[in-house]
């Protein structure tokens, strides 16, 4: 039997953790760019740049107050320069609540700038995003409050147009653990919603029983102009199946599409630029009481499911680390796969993919896997060496433009800052035709905020 583990209030599955680590499942949609500035998927202040939200749940390294914000992208990637903090006092929130955590982002509004869905103990809000980045004060979302007193929820949210009518959707799977412990309930929030955080229409969102142990997440399964599910799975056993929902005029989870193949972590992009998204999946070989594989430990791989032969029935085309352009050998348990990351870090159509390795989640380097006409492939060049922390330790955490030259930069945060008052730390690498460079061009910390 699974069972869940306790979480503090309203604490996303795949949140953006204590100024740390992002979600690293990636199921963005492919955006072909060929070097040109293109939409990023966040950007607060709508000037084009990719931004980048934090949360300093255990508080700030100076005053311990906790506090969420975002780092505003610019011509020069991420600048602690840049950054707006909002603490309880600027939101505008009751005493007893506090900033504890981004859970997702969106244009809720539709006024262009994306917007903050924020976790304060059992409620959730939004902060909308403006010309001069989020602000205040915090609108209350009654259809995000768990209602419940002890603590014992976990939260995951969707967000993307499910329906195809041009706005900003939210489905929410709302964990309640106590008595019995599978105890769950989902909504789906059409929007555009107001000021206010008022959706057009609320409606139960009826899902597969796999739904009591799992997050949900949203992306482009096939092509069309929806936005699918995923129900990841809880992952007491690994690697598992995922099951895909899918939507369309009417919303979410119209139909049961099917399960992907056993996965560590998906994602979604266009690798082979037909302008259909292809199913990636990657297995770090580094099992966890799947039955079956007996804790054996096996080579990394990341598998390609073309959309155009219909992901889930397609062959998948499999890349590790003994395959075209890969540097070193496939090696037992050496975790390549084992998170991935999308965007076309070179300009030319396709999308690429990070894929890290390393034992367990403890990250050592991150491949740049190039996408083209045959699907992905290596660069023949050696890994980015994962940098070294001073609390905690570097993981991957978004593929995205934040210096707005048409190139995915990526990435890396820490994961889980190691004590309390622990600042966050960065590593930005910036994309280009010839990839990344071999150390990170912007390193700095929450400390410097």
């Known amino acids: 039997m699974k069972y869940r583990i306790a979480l503090p209030p309203l604490l996303a599955v ?94 809720l509004d539709g006024d262009g700038h994306t917007d903050l869905i924020v976790a304060a103990d059992d409620d959730g809000y939004l902060v909308l995003g403006g010309p001069e980045g989020p602000t205040g004060p915090a609108i209350p979302l009654p259809w995000l409050s768990t209602g419940v007193e002890n603590g014992m929820a976990a939260v995951s949210l969707a967000v993307g147009d499910m329906d195809g009518d041009g706005h900003t959707d939210v489905a ?151 395959g075209e352009g890969m540097p070193g050998d496939a090696e037992d348990g050496d975790g390549f796969g084992g998170e991935l990351l999308v965007g076309d870090v070179d300009g030319d159509g396709f999308d690429d993919v990070v894929a890290m390795s390393g034992p367990g989640y403890s990250y050592e380097e991150a491949f740049l896997l190039l996408g083209g006409p045959e699907g992905l492939r290596g660069t023949g060049t050696d890994p980015l060496t994962v940098p070294s922390a001073r609390d905690g330790s570097f993981g991957p955490h978004a593929l995205m433009d934040y210096d707005g030259d048409g190139y995915a930069d990526l990435l890396l945060s820490t994961v889980f800052p190691a004590m309390p008052g622990a600042s966050g730390e960065y590593a930005l690498y910036l994309g280009g035709p010839d990839g990344f460079s071999a150390e990170p061009d912007t390193t700095f910390d929450t400390a410097d905020l």
């Open 14 to 107: 795949a949140m953006i953790t204590a100024a740390g680590c992002g979600a690293t499942t990636d199921l963005s949609d492919a955006r072909p760019t060929n070097g040109e500035a293109a939409p990023v998927p966040i950007d607060v202040d709508g000037d084009g740049y990719g931004d980048l939200p934090i949360s300093g749940v255990l508080g700030d390294p100076e005053t311990g107050e906790p506090y969420v914000g975002v780092l505003l992208g610019g011509e020069d990637g991420l600048s602690p320069d840049r950054s707006v903090i909002l603490t309880a006092a600027d939101l505008d929130l009751p005493e007893s609540a506090t900033p504890q955590t981004v859970l997702e982002t969106g244009d």
């Open 172 to 322: 929410v799977l709302n964990h309640v653990q106590g008595s019995p412990i599978d105890e769950w309930e989902s909504h789906y929030h059409r929007g555009p919603f107001d000021t206010e955080g008022e959706p057009a229409e609320t409606r139960d969102l009826p899902l597969p029983e796999e739904a009591w142990d799992a997050e949900l997440a949203s992306f482009d399964a096939d092509g069309d102009d929806y936005r699918d599910l995923i129900l990841i799975s809880g992952r007491d056993e690994s690697p598992a199946t995922d099951l895909i929902l899918r939507s369309g005029p009417d919303g979410p989870a119209e139909e049961v599409v099917g399960e992907t193949p056993l996965s560590h972590t998906r994602a979604s992009g266009d690798v082979d630029g037909d302008g259909i998204a292809d199913l990636l999946i990657g297995i770090s070989g580094i099992p966890n009481n799947e039955p079956g594989y007996e804790d054996e430990l096996r080579p990394g791989y990341v598998d390609t499911l073309l959309g155009s032969e219909g992901y889930l029935d397609a062959e998948p085309i499999r890349l590790d680390r003994d």
